[in-house]
């Protein structure tokens, strides 16, 4: 969470002056002001492009934070977006949420894939850079070897190289997939609201540009490793298509995340690596 407030003028110019800004856990250091959330951003492509999709996109069974627009019409205003509020906090809900995937990536396989997507790393690496870097090693034939050509190598540190051992050994364990690519949200774990009897509810959409079931199995592989979740649930999803290759791209993913992002912390590594041997005993 922030601990800026959003400006004044920029409260303003979305048509908020009136309201006191209030602090909120669960909306990327959001704030809420009356019935509208105030969010910073770190890119204004992907919040402007979640903006426009958020703005008509309709699934059953899911609560969408809308856009709200600035009075000029604007998604984002000095690195901030402003959203309709939604009730709830994340809940250790694994299953559902795997669900909830399924059901938002059958609308979202419609849309077109963003220009931004295909974009190299560019120096001074930034959060979305490590997240985007992390998700080519795990499908890129030799892990990390783009990364390499743009200079963006890991810090090391003793969990970091473990990471990266690891990756390097679960590569070898890749096979060729045929479930094709499509616009998916791929950080669904941890930042899904449930609140009652209400439908679970989305703030945000995390573009990735890949297989349905991989977002599916990001969660999974999320949910074992911090979020307290029974060892079934790598089982109960297994009918999904080609279920072992994506489980181990997505701890791939979560691997070079672990092993490139500067704020990892040594805490996260022990439950990162038995998600991948429980994996690895998949395949």
């Known amino acids: 969470m922030t601990a800026v407030e959003p400006p004044e003028h920029v409260r303003s110019t979305f048509g908020l002056r009136e309201e006191a800004p209030v602090p909120l856990g669960n909306w990327d250091g959001g704030w809420r002001l009356g019935d509208v959330v ?29 856009p709200v627009r600035a009075t000029d019409g604007r998604y984002v205003v000095s690195g901030w977006r402003a959203d309709t509020y939604l009730e709830g906090v994340p809940e250790p809900r694994h299953d559902e949420v795997v669900s909830l995937s399924l059901r938002l990536h059958q609308v979202t396989a419609k849309l077109e ?23 080519r090693a795990a499908w890129e034939a030799v892990p990390l070897r783009s990364l390499k050509m743009v200079g963006m190598l890991p810090a090391t540190s003793p969990d970091g190289d473990r990471s990266l051992t690891l990756i390097t050994q679960l590569s070898t364990l890749r096979k060729p997939v045929v479930t ?7 950080d669904l774990f941890g930042t899904v609201l449930f609140s009652g009897n209400f439908a679970p509810g989305l703030t945000d959409i ?32 297994r009918d999904l298509p080609e279920w072992p290759q994506m489980l181990v791209r997505a701890v791939m993913f979560r ?22 041997d429980m ?5």
Not at 114 to 132: H, K, S
Not at 206 to 234: E, M, N
Not at 255 to 276: C, D, K, M
Not at 279 to 283: A, K, V
């Open 180 to 186: 094709p690519s499509q616009l998916v949200h791929g």
């Open 38 to 66: 105030l969010s910073p951003v770190t890119d204004h492509a992907r919040a402007a492009w979640s903006a426009k999709v958020r703005e008509t996109l309709r699934v059953d069974g899911i609560r969408l934070a809308r």
């Open 255 to 276: 691997l070079a995340v672990h092993a490139l992002h500067p704020r990892s912390t040594p805490e996260a590594f022990p439950g990162l690596a038995r998600t991948a």
């Open 113 to 135: 894939r963003p220009r931004f997507l295909a974009a190299q790393p560019v120096a001074p690496w930034v959060d979305v850079d490590v997240f985007a870097a992390a998700d």
């Open 206 to 237: 995390t573009p990735y540009w890949r297989p349905a079931p991989w977002a599916a199995a990001v969660i999974v592989v999320d949910a074992l490793s911090w979020g307290g979740a029974d060892d079934g649930l790598l089982d109960r999803w």
């Open 279 to 283: 994996i690895r005993l998949l395949l």
